[in-house]
């Protein structure tokens, strides 16, 4: 919300009276004196007038998960457990994902309650490389190196995949960077070679890594470093 509105929307103000606060420095936005009515204000942004508190500011949060097989990506599911109860924290309604993993798919998963932050880890604009490990269940078709790097036509959305790059680790283990999210998108072009994918487990998404510390089921907080990646 523009700072000249969330101050226009206090019963004692209205917009006229609002920009004559701001034009004499009362405002400050976390902190600091701001004088633009302009500013974009996110919930997580303290704001005040003077001593009075105009908007308490949310703490934003980030967690990284190390997603377990066997529950959803969801905040809600009738049938299986979500990700957001292998989290001990208040207000996990208020949680959401940055990115999916498929039921039975493990590793780095990101939670956060900063959708802009969420955003930029998904969307193909930012072209955020994922990286999976991957175990067939028949030997690999060194074909596929090609093949994934033109990029596969999945008739069914009518596009074709970003290159991506495999790495073949064992005649049945690779390693794959995606720069996209497709629905099933590892299982499906594995599939395209009539090859099944046995095991799927994200080690990284951008520039930040799984914690190895971290076991099935386990979560800590990002740091600032981390969240300044994204």
């Not at 046995?198 to 510390?213: F, I, K, V």
């Not at 386990?218 to 994204?230: K, P, S, V």
């Amino acid at each position: 919300m523009r700072l000249d509105r969330l101050l226009g929307n206090l019963p004692d103000l209205n917009r006229q009276a609002a920009r004559l606060q701001l034009a004499t420095g009362r405002v400050r936005v976390n902190g600091v004196v701001a004088t633009d009515g302009s500013l974009e204000v996110r919930v997580f942004d303290r704001v005040t007038l003077d001593e009075r508190e105009v908007q308490p500011g949310k703490p934003a949060r980030y967690f990284m998960l190390h997603k377990p097989a066997g529950w959803v990506s969801a905040t809600e599911h009738p049938e299986h457990p979500t990700v957001l109860d292998l989290l001990e924290e208040p207000d996990k309604h208020e949680l959401h994902l940055g990115g999916r993993l498929d039921l039975n798919t493990t590793g780095l998963l990101l939670i956060t309650n900063d959708g802009l932050w969420s955003r930029r880890l998904t969307l193909p604009q930012t072209k955020q490389p994922k990286v999976y490990y991957v175990e067939t269940e028949q030997e690999i078709d060194p074909a596929c190196i090609d093949a994934f790097a033109q990029g596969l036509y999945f008739a069914y959305e009518d596009l074709t995949t970003r290159p991506a790059q495999l790495e073949i680790l064992a005649p049945r283990a690779a390693r794959l960077t995606l720069h996209e999210g497709r629905y099933h998108q590892v299982k499906r072009m594995f599939g395209h070679f009539r090859n099944k994918v046995l095991r799927l487990h994200r080690e990284s998404m951008g520039a930040l890594p799984l914690d190895p510390a971290l076991q099935p089921g386990q979560y800590r907080a990002l740091t600032a470093e981390e969240i300044a990646l994204f």
